[in-house]
């Protein structure tokens, strides 16, 4: 499994950004895709997830109503989006998606993923 994530950038506070996390390889519908964050000197914390069978959504408080996490579920291609709305200084962060194939329920713990991609780069100036 290889999870290519892109879509970071430089951004104003108020300002927007979408990220994407592309899956290649046995990715199956079962498994739960996540986006984490990694502030400079922060551990990585959950940011949302999405079953991609079905398509529930899981939230962090401090994204809530900001963020809103989609996914493409169709035959080889499994792509999560991550669209970030009303960016705040402090949703400054390398940004990670991963994959998680444990079905029995979703997890905001970094180490119950089994899969990650490479990390993307979000700033956010004020």
């Known amino acids: 499994v290889q999870l290519q994530a892109s879509g970071g950038g430089l951004v104003q506070a108020g300002g927007s950004l979408r990220l994407s996390c592309a899956g290649s390889?046995?990715?199956?519908?079962?498994?739960?895709m996540g986006w984490f964050r990694q502030a400079p000197g922060k551990e990585r914390e959950f940011v949302a997830a999405?079953?991609?069978?079905?398509?529930?959504?899981?939230?962090a408080d401090s994204v809530k109503d900001r963020f809103v996490i989609s996914r493409v579920n169709a035959g080889a291609k499994k792509t999560v989006y991550l669209q970030m709305n009303s960016l705040r200084p402090e949703d400054t962060a390398v940004y990670y998606c991963?994959?998680?194939?444990?079905?029995?329920?979703?997890?905001?713990?970094?180490?119950?993923?089994?899969?990650w991609g490479q990390g993307t780069l979000v700033t956010v100036s004020s």
């Open positions: 999405v079953r991609l069978a079905g398509g529930s959504t899981y939230y």
């Open positions: 390889g046995p990715i199956f519908s079962s498994y739960y």
């Open positions: 991963a994959a998680d194939r444990f079905s029995g329920g979703h997890s905001e713990k970094p180490g119950d993923y089994d899969y």
